[in-house]
C-alpha cells in the first residue's frame, strides 16, 4: 500500500527527514538534528511541525450546527466564544472516546482538527448525529503547520504580525504573502506556540520563511512524542482508544461542567455512571525511580498484583529521566504510590505522580 | 596491536589474548541517536554468539545488543550505564559494552575486517 503525502513531502526529504509510516502517511520521524536535539531544541527556540496529516474539517451551517454537533461533542458550542477553541473528543455509545480533538467556532462554521488515523471513521460517526442540514468539509486543500516554543510568538509575529495578540487556544484570520491563513494560538507540546492553516502551495514557501531565522528548525514526529508525553498530553491509539471513557482518561476537562450533570451526549449514561460511582481504572503519570525506561505495554504491579498497564513511556530530555504515562486500578492511582514496572522480565520501582512532567505557563 | 572485528548487527570485538571487548559501531549509534540508557551484562554471564547481551536505549526506541562472540562476561562497563552518552561521544573507545572471555575463537573468522564492514555499510544502508 503505498502512504499519503502530505504537500511538504518533498521539503521534507530535501531537508534530510528520515520518513516513516505514520496514520497512513509518510511522515518525518526526525531531521539531521535528532530527536533530543530537536526536543530541547522546541524547548528552548522554535520547531516547525508539519501536521497537515491531521483532518482540518469544517461543519458549515446555520445555528443547528452547535447543538446537532453537542449530541457527540460534550461540551456546550453555544458558549464558545468567536474564534475561541476547546480540547474535546467525539464520544461513542460506550462511553469510550473515538477520537481527541481541537474545535473551533469561526462566523460561519464549526472547524474541527481531528488525528489522522481517525478522521474519516470520525466523519462519518459526526454525520449520524446530524439531522438538519449542514456542509461538510474535509480540507484536504489545507496544510496545517505548529510552530511551538518560547520564541514562537516573536518569530511568528514577525511574519504575520498581529498574532502576538491571541490568547491561548483563541484564533484568527491573518495575512501571509496576501493569502488568507487562519492562526491559534495551540499546539500539543507544553510550549507556547500556534498552528497556522495555510493553502498547501504556500506550506512550503511558509516554512522557508520562517527558517530565515536561524532560531527555527523542523521538528520530526519523534520529538513531537516526547514533547507531548512530557507535557503529560494523551496521543489517541495508546493513552486513549474507543474502550476508555474520559472520566477513566482523567480528562473531565473536555466536558462542559453543566453537561457532566445531564450527560446528554452519546455515551452519556456511561459517563454519569462513572461520575457517580466511580471507576475501576484510572490513567496517571508513573515515573521510574532509577533510570529504566518503561515504554508502551510495559505491566504495572503493586504487591505482585498486576495492576495496569503503560500506555507512553520514554526518556524525557527535558526532565533527563524517564517519563510514562498508563492506566491503574483506582485503588493504586493515588500520586506517590509505590508500584513496580516490567521491563525485559524484571521489575523495577516506581511512582504513581502528578502529571504532567513538564509545566509552562501560557499566555493567557 | 589487537585485532578490532565486525558483525553485521553493528557489533565491534578487539581482540586482546583470550578477552574480547565488544561494544556498537559508530554507524550504529548514528542511527540510534542519543542514547540514554544503557544495560550490560554482569560479570559470569555466559553469552552464545549472535544472543542478546545488552541493551541500548535512544529517546525513540530500546534496541538490543548482540554478542558478536561466544563466552563468559568478564567485566560490563558500568561507566556507559551511569552515563549513556559516553556512547555516542565514543562508540568505539570508551563507551564499549562488556568485556568477554572469548572460548570459541574460530568464529572470530566469520567477522568482517574494518574495510569489509564499511563496505557492508555502504551496501545496506537502512
Known amino acids: ?364 | 596491536m589487537s585485532e578490532v572485528k565486525y558483525s553485521k548487527k553493528h557489533e565491534w570485538v578487539s581482540v586482546d589474548g583470550d578477552v574480547g571487548t565488544v561494544g556498537i559501531t559508530k554507524h550504529a549509534t548514528e542511527q540510534l541517536g542519543d542514547i540514554v540508557f544503557a544495560e550490560v551484562p554482569d560479570a559470569g554471564k555466559a553469552l552464545t554468539n549472535g544472543g542478546e547481551a545488552a541493551v541500548v536505549e535512544s529517546v525513540k526506541a530500546a534496541s538490543d545488543v548482540y554478542t558478536p562472540v561466544t563466552g563468559e562476561v568478564v567485566e560490563g562497563n558500568a561507566a556507559i550505564v551511569a552515563e549513556p552518552a559516553l556512547i555516542n561521544q565514543d562508540p568505539e573507545g570508551k563507551g564499549w559494552f562488556f568485556k568477554i572471555k572469548i572460548t570459541s575463537p574460530d568464529e572470530l573468522a566469520a567477522l568482517m575486517s574494518k574495510a569489509d564492514y564499511d563496505k557492508f555499510v555502504e551496501e545496506n544502508p537502512s
Open chain 1, 1 to 364: 500500500m503505498s502512504h499519503l503525502k502530505t504537500a511538504l513531502f518533498d521539503f521534507h526529504k530535501a531537508s534530510g527527514a528520515k520518513l516513516v509510516p505514520f496514520a497512513g502517511y509518510e511522515m518525518p520521524v526526525q531531521y539531521p538534528l535528532g530527536i533530543a536535539g530537536e526536543h530541547t531544541h522546541v524547548r528552548t527556540k522554535a520547531g516547525i511541525f508539519d501536521v497537515s496529516h491531521m483532518g482540518q474539517f469544517s461543519i458549515i451551517g446555520d445555528e443547528t450546527v452547535c447543538k446537532q454537533l453537542e449530541q457527540i461533542v460534550p461540551i456546550d458550542l453555544s458558549l464558545l466564544k468567536l474564534n475561541q477553541s476547546k480540547y474535546s473528543y467525539l464520544m461513542n455509545d460506550k462511553g469510550g472516546i473515538d477520537d481527541d480533538l481541537i474545535v473551533t467556532k469561526l462566523e460561519d462554521r464549526i472547524s474541527i482538527v481531528l488525528n489522522a488515523g481517525c478522521k474519516h471513521n470520525d466523519i462519518k460517526q459526526i454525520k449520524t448525529v446530524f439531522k438538519q442540514p449542514a456542509e461538510f468539509v474535509l480540507h484536504d486543500e489545507l496544510s496545517l503547520i505548529a510552530l511551538q516554543g518560547p520564541k514562537a510568538v516573536s518569530i511568528l509575529e514577525s511574519f504575520i504580525p498581529g498574532v502576538s495578540n491571541l490568547k491561548f487556544m483563541n484564533g484568527g484570520s491573518f495575512s501571509f504573502k496576501d493569502k488568507s491563513v487562519y492562526v491559534t494560538r495551540s499546539g500539543y507540546t507544553g510550549e507556547d506556540g500556534f498552528e497556522v492553516s495555510i493553502a498547501n502551495e504556500l506550506a512550503q514557501t511558509f516554512c522557508e520563511t520562517l527558517l530565515t531565522n536561524t532560531d527555527v528548525a523542523m521538528i520530526g514526529l519523534g520529538a513531537r512524542d516526547s514533547l507531548r508525553l512530557e507535557a503529560g498530553l494523551c496521543l489517541y491509539g495508546h493513552d486513549l482508544n474507543p474502550e476508555i471513557s474520559p472520566i477513566e482518561a482523567d480528562l473531565v476537562f473536555g466536558i462542559t461542567k453543566h453537561r457532566r450533570e445531564t450527560c446528554d451526549f452519546i455515551g452519556g449514561s456511561v459517563v454519569k455512571d462513572h461520575l457517580t460511582n466511580g471507576i475501576k481504572k484510572k490513567r496517571v503519570g508513573i515515573q521510574p525511580e532509577g533510570t529504566i525506561i518503561a515504554r508502551e505495554n510495559a505491566k504495572v504491579f503493586k504487591d505482585d498484583k498486576e495492576i495496569g498497564l503503560v500506555t507512553s513511556g520514554g526518556y524525557g530530555p527535558s526532565v533527563s529521566a524517564a517519563v510514562a504515562m498508563g492506566y491503574v486500578d483506582f485503588n493504586c492511582s493515588e500520586v506517590g504510590t509505590s508500584v513496580e514496572l516490567e521491563v525485559r522480565g524484571k521489575k523495577y520501582p516506581a511512582k504513581v505522580c502528578l502529571l504532567p512532567f513538564y509545566k509552562k505557563s501560557y499566555a493567557k
